[in-house]
């Protein structure tokens, strides 16, 4: 029954069981070795659940009445147990005296699972002692003896310890390849205690590589495992990794919770070790928040225990390297200076790469403080060099910007200087492309400050205006008032720097001689007009513009003349929000829309989306008018001066055009009758070759001044809703409004009252009268994405609200008329849906006036080059990024890829891609997702269309036949197949090879 209990990882029942049995079995000399035996399996479960002590007690107990001559296999067992609580609990000596003992007993007998877990808990304490070399040959023993008898639950553990003790060296990626066979191998078995082992493991690696939500997944699978198992003991170090890595994200109340609760099961249980671990973490949160004395206090404290735990483990090299950089952010650099030199030799001795690059970079910051300016440059390249070979990108990317800071202090000397500006340079910006790809506001913040500043001292101006406003943008976010001090000196240096060049060549001359050959094209005059926006907008960098002239009967007083990368509709919009401020003052201009005064509240309406925004006006005969120019995301940047000063020269060139337009206008009015002017294609915006698409939107263009309703089928991702705007657009309720609601958002309940609305009183919570959405679209066009989700008593609603054009509000006694033309959308199959009884047939025939079915983007492959030109444009000017363009291999993959997310899936990837580049780089294939690799499996070879696909799979199967042969030696491997070792390991990620399991 314990048994049984224990195979349902329900470790107090089992002990319960075992208990019973105990009581049972008496404390009869002709029963020693039954009453041993329980007694150690209750031990064993008492040790799953943290309870150490007690699990010691019930060793001691079984050992008191063992005689070792009679029982040796059951004495070594004994003593094995005796070895690994008193590891857990920090008792190193009398761990492994308990240990050899145990060895000495087991060693000549067959009993290879216990001789395995004897292993695992000598090297265990070899490793917290600080002996690496033995640590490695015990696992190694440990995974060959639990082989032998195909123990899947001891090579999980060997192989999860042996990834433990490479993942902070120059063998992490073998060290990371291990622990993923140990969780598989766990996986496989159904043990789940251990997968909870291999899952924090994994967390704490994937941390170090920043892959936040990976690693975070890892860890909250952890907890949950130890939570419902109650094993404190284990659920301590998952506690404390994703307290790690919620600090890592810059989110210190999480974090504090976190180490709170560990601390609080050390203290309970008496867990020595954590309990140290619990010191170092909580120190480095208080000297994050610059809390110096009391970081310093309590990692004091935390060394004291880690010397009388392990005084030559691995603990004390980290905290000394700690207590080192608080001391240098305290001034003292003589004492940073000595702890991080013993701290580093201590790293080393131990083979941790990550913690000796770390302590390096301490330890260079120092010796800059005592302006030994040779010997800190080398040591912190070294540090770079160091971390850049460990999977700790973090600290790389602070040994970086510290190396950055230190090239960038050193003092100009003419020419010479270039040099180490240009690395120091290039270093800020890689810190800062790291932190920002990470989402590290803060981080990102600083090394923006830091290569702002070293533009501007070495005269980079306009790309020091750029990482300042970016810089802004940052600090804002993180509140941090010492870089708002930094910001405002470096304004101010720049300032007097830009007015120290500001004699330089004029392009105004250019840019009138480029013009004089655009206006004297011969083109007429609307279509010069165009040109000329266009020309605006390319010169300026912007994304729209419009251009309007005097208009007295339009409300606004202007009406639009032409546009470039907005709807007429949305120009129209806009000139009503920027035409009050340029009457008043001459100007509208702002860098960020959101914040104007006077634009505010307009930020989610006509202005959602623009950052920046100039607005000037133009000079006519009949008056002024107005011409616009915005940019667009997060990343744009504001107007600069020399900017606004181009921007009011094009200006009174336009006004040339807009005279010729008007002129022309007049003169075909006289003859013809002034027609309307035509309107740009309303489905210009969804982007596609597909010729039945094509032809459905024509269609579409012939009813759209019609009341039909429309049913828009397709699967997710493909564009249902730009479409339905694409309509709206297409027909004469164009300038009314578009409303759009998801059904499958909002319960039931909500969803009646949103769409019809309600009067005061008709539920709880109805505190007035509310207009619902066929309302508030009055004369416009009401969307309903996901409509199949409705239930059958909206549906009824609905019905009758498309048949009579009334819609009766929640609560009230009257119906409303209402003027709405519907479209609706749909993933799912009505039809279907009909036959289910969970659609109404009759609405589905009132909506069905008009449909179209938007295939997905696999059956219409001709649209993704136009797509990924497209997302890639407008993913380069959303996030300031200009990298040269997407590789062949890239576009390759991009093509040949199945899509099931349509195109939401290529546009998400694509802005990954553009996230993730270099600027001045082309984009390669190791910046896809992991699920473009090149597969292997049979299901790719059945589907290899495509030449590239097919040799990449030839590849991977030349690469494992060569691995398998040289039995996973890659350098051996590597030279078979006569390619660089370095090369070899990144195809074996890219295929995702591993070595195969022996027993699993």
Known sequence: MADVHSAADSTAAALQTLEQALTRVGASPAVSPLRVEILLRIADGLRKRGELERALRRVEEALDVLDPAEEPLLAGRALSRRGTLLNGLG??????????????????????????????????????????????????????????????????????????LLKNGPQWADGRDFLARALAVSEAAGHYHRVATHCVNLGILFTKLCEWE?????????????????????????????????????????????????????????????????????????????????????????????MDVAPDGDLVPEFKRRLGAVALAEGRAGEARRLAVQGYREARRLGEQAEAGAALRVLGSAMARSRSREAAAALLERSVDILARTPERYELALAQLELARFLGSAPAEGGAAEEPAARAMELAHKAWAFFSSIDLPERSAEALVELAGLRVDHGRLDEAVRDLNRAQRCVRETGRRDLRARLRELRERLDERSAAVARLASPEAEIIEEWGRLFGGGQAGEACL?????????????????????????????????????????????????APPVLARGICLSADAAAHPALARHARGALAGVRALAALPVRLPAGEGILYLERRGPGARPFTSSELKLLGLLAGLLALGLVQVQRERGLRGEREGAPERPREDAFQAFVTAHMPLRRAFAHLARVG???????????????????????????????????????????????????????????????????????????????LDEISRTSLAVQAKLLHAADTKEVRPVGAAQGRRVDVRLICASHADLREAIRRGAFLEDLFYRLNDFSILLPPLRERREDIPLLVEHFFAESCRELGRRPRGLARDVMARLQAHEWRGNTRELMQVIRRLVALSEDGEWIDELLLPPDFAAGTGPESAASGAHLHDE??????????????????????????????????????????????????
């Open 214 to 306: 990976t690693a975070a997944s890892h860890l909250e699978r952890s907890i949950a495992i130890n939570r419902q198992t109650g094993d404190g003991y284990s659920l301590v170090k998952p506690l404390l990794a994703m307290g790690h890595l919620e600090r890592r994200r810059g989110r210190r109340a999480e974090a504090a919770a976190l180490y709170a609760e560990a601390r609080s099961l050390c203290a309970a249980n008496g867990y020595a070790r954590e309990l140290v671990l619990c010191f170092e973490a909580e120190g480095d949160l208080l000297a994050d928040e610059g809390r110096w004395a009391e970081a310093r206090e309590r990692l004091m404290e935390g060394l004291g225990l880690a």
């Open 705 to 783: 001044d019609s009341t039909a309703n429309i049913l828009i089928e397709g699967e997710t991702g493909t564009g249902k809703g730009l479409l339905a705007q694409c309509i709206h657009r297409a027909s004469p309720r164009r300038a009314k409004p578009f409303v759009a609601v998801n059904c499958a958002a909002l319960p039931e309940s909500l969803l009646e009252s949103e769409l019809f609305g309600h009067v005061q009183g008709s539920f709880t919570g109805a505190l007035r009268d509310k207009r619902g959405l066929f309302e508030e679209a009055g004369g416009g066009t009401l969307f």
């Open 530 to 578: 165009a040109s000329m926006l266009r020309f605006v907008r390319q010169r300026l960098e912007g994304d729209g513009v419009f251009v309007a002239s005097p208009a007295p009967q339009d409300d606004a007083g202007f009406a639009v003349e032409a546009w470039a990368h907005l709807s007429p509709e949305r120009a129209a919009e806009i000139l009503r929000c920027v």
């Open 951 to 1000: 040799m990449a799979r030839l590849e991977a199967r030349l690469i494992a036949k060569a691995l398998s042969d040289a039995r996973w030696n890659r350098s051996e491997a590597a030279r078979r197949l006569r390619i660089s070792y370095p090369n070899l390991l990144a195809k074996i990620k890219r295929y995702r090879l591993s070595p195969p399991v022996a027993g699993a």
């Open 91 to 164: 008792r190193y000596e009398e761990a492994l005296e308990a240990c050899e003992r145990a060895c000495a007993l087991l060693k000549p007998s067959d009993e290879h699972r216990e001789i395995g877990m004897l292993e695992i808990a000598r090297g265990t304490i070899h490793a917290r002692r600080g002996e690496m070399a033995p640590s490695r040959e015990c696992f190694e023993n440990a995974l060959f003896a639990f082989r032998r008898v195909e123990h899947q639950e001891g090579i999980a553990l060997a192989l999860n310890n042996l990834g433990l």
